[in-house]
């Protein structure tokens, strides 16, 4: 009886060993490493631009990407290449994730290079080690699902009219920690162009971020012109 007493108490500890180990492993889950699903009218657009082939350039990123449609240096600068937008509005790096893995957006294409640009999103709510890490798994799983595709990956705009903002140096941080992905484009090219975007006080004018966030026509002209030289390179 006595040993029978000390074989359930023994298992009873096990169990609550167990279950404070999983309760532990929860709590250091990152979410921005943690898929989200995103279902939607728009996603569902991408699986058809998919089935069809003959993406060259696919655009990776949230409502910033998702600007270029309509934008005239879309079409000057990146049609003739093959370009195709999947940008969608309030994305998060757990988005994306589930995008291209549970979401099959890459399903019929293979991509030459693939341009990314996503975390702003993210930057409410978690670290700025939590989004680099959401980044890094977005970029490990590009080249699972297409190995041959390069990544441009950009660094994530800044923000905020203030130079000074507390986002700015946050989305800075994320920005230092991603750069140490680019192996000199052999896979990865990183490329930060946020300066572009700035005036001589670093402040954001409404001219190129109307709302210090989203760019306005000449935004996306100033993104073009800056990427355009690199992309080409890549795809060569």
């Known amino acids: ?15 609550a060993l167990a279950l ?14 943690t898929l989200m699903n995103r279902d939607v009218p728009r996603h569902k657009q991408f699986l058809e631009i998919a089935k069809k082939g003959g993406v060259d350039v696919l655009f990776l990123g949230d409502s910033i990407t998702h600007g270029w449609e309509g934008q005239k ?3 000057e600068n990146f049609t003739p290449l093959k370009a195709a937008n999947f ?10 994730l589930w995008r291209i893995t549970e979401g099959k957006e890459l399903e019929g294409i293979s991509p030459k290079v693939a341009v990314l640009m996503i975390g702003t999103n993210n930057s409410g709510r978690d670290s700025s080690e939590q989004i680099a890490e959401g980044i890094t798994l977005i970029v490990k799983t590009l080249h699972e699902k297409s190995p041959t595709t390069k990544v441009l990956l950009l660094g994530i705009f800044p923000r905020n009219k203030d130079a000074n903002a507390p986002i700015r140096k946050k989305l800075a941080d994320v920005n230092k920690i991603v750069a140490k992905l680019d192996d000199g484009g ?3 090219k990183y490329l930060d162009i946020g300066e ?3 005036e ?22 100033i993104w073009a ?7 080409k390179e890549m795809l060569k």
């Open 1 to 15: 009886m006595k040993y029978a007493c000390r074989i359930l108490l023994a298992s009873l500890f096990c169990a």
């Open 225 to 231: 012109e800056a990427v355009t030289p690199t992309l």
């Open 73 to 75: 240096a879309w079409k």
């Open 200 to 221: 001589k006080d670093g402040s954001l004018s409404k001219e190129i971020m109307p709302d210090a966030l989203h760019l306005s026509a000449k935004g996306y002209e």
């Open 87 to 96: 940008g969608i509005g309030g994305d998060q790096t757990g988005h994306v």
């Open 20 to 33: 404070a180990s999983s309760d532990a492993a929860d709590k250091k889950k990152n979410p921005a490493t």
């Open 186 to 188: 052999k896979t990865v």
């Open 196 to 198: 572009k975007f700035l």
